[in-house]
């Protein structure tokens, strides 16, 4: 399994920016996507973005993210980056890590099933 550690989450205004960062460990080795999720109070944990961690890093994004959110990866460090632009105050969420295995390559990399590791999380508050 891999480990997840997440940073750089706070809090901002409207239209601000933020970046977040996710440093995996363990058995990288056998990572096929990274991926973010978020989790806002009262609501399941929803899809953000992904990026393939093998050939060219193939992304996706959520439509409510497209065009304000880029996600990246530095393979060397074993790290996948979100940059946030143009944050809206129902960007507000805890943001998590996720990471799946090879075994998960035929799995829709929108869906939570599809991660076997999971960071414990980072607080995003964007006000209005």
């Known amino acids: 399994q891999v480990q997840l550690i997440e940073s750089g989450g706070g809090s901002v205004q409207a239209g601000g920016s933020l970046g977040l960062s996710c440093v995996a460990s363990?058995?990288?080795?056998?990572?096929?996507?990274m991926a973010w999720f978020r989790q806002a109070p009262g609501k399941a944990r929803e899809f953000v973005a992904v990026i393939s961690w093998m050939g060219g890093g193939s992304t996706y994004y959520a439509d409510s993210v497209k065009g304000r959110f880029t996600i990246s990866r530095d393979s060397d460090k074993n790290t996948v980056h979100l940059q946030m632009s143009g944050l809206k105050p129902d960007d507000t969420a805890v943001y998590y890590c996720a990471a799946a295995a090879r075994s998960y390559s035929s799995s829709p990399y929108y869906a939570r099933g599809s991660y076997d590791s999971w960071g414990k999380g980072t607080q995003v508050t964007v006000s209005s």
């Open positions: 363990g058995r990288t080795f056998s990572t096929y996507r």
